[in-house]
């Protein structure tokens, strides 16, 4: 049985080192310095909403959590015209333009167009907030 225990050792080992670096690539383990990140703090403070019995209130709540994420990255107040500003100081993150404007737009049909707030033009606004959080804090620990 000796020859087949050191083998076991071996392939356990394997496998725990590959399932602890596919944890942290996936985001589920970090370590204590990565914790800091703003779109990391956005996403924990998301996920005490609920998705889907959420108030108008908890959404706009939900805006501003990402809103904060932005402002602390670029170190300023982030504003829609002010996107290629950031994506000149932040080239890592141009990948999600595309995901960023659309987030820009509901937000100000949210808090500044009458009437929009319950004609979401997202059904499930929390999920995309989440779901660009995730993206931008991959990006961000990728640097």
């Known amino acids: 049985t000796q020859p087949m225990f050191g083998k076991m050792l071996i392939y356990?080992?394997?496998a725990t080192t590959c399932l602890g670096y596919l944890l942290w690539r996936r985001g589920y383990w970090r370590f204590q310095a990565k914790k800091t990140l703003p779109f990391?703090?956005?996403l924990l403070q998301l996920k005490h909403i609920p998705e889907q019995s959420s108030t108008t209130e908890q959404i706009e709540q939900a805006f501003r959590f990402v809103h904060n994420a932005f402002n602390q990255t670029a170190g300023e107040s982030v504003f829609e015209s002010q996107l290629d500003r950031f994506y000149a100081a932040h080239p890592q993150f141009a990948s999600l333009q595309a995901e960023t404007e659309t987030f820009f737009k509901q937000s100000r049909?949210?808090?500044y167009?009458?009437?929009a707030?319950?004609?979401q033009p997202n059904n499930h606004p929390?999920?995309?907030l989440k779901q660009l959080c995730v993206h931008y804090d991959?990006?961000?620990r990728q640097r």
Request: hydrophobic share 50%; net charge neutral.
């Open 12 to 14: 356990l080992f394997a």
């Open 40 to 42: 990391y703090q956005a």
């Open 109 to 111: 049909q949210l808090f």
């Open 113 to 115: 167009e009458s009437g």
């Open 117 to 119: 707030s319950a004609d």
């Open 126 to 128: 929390l999920k995309m």
């Open 138 to 140: 991959r990006l961000q």
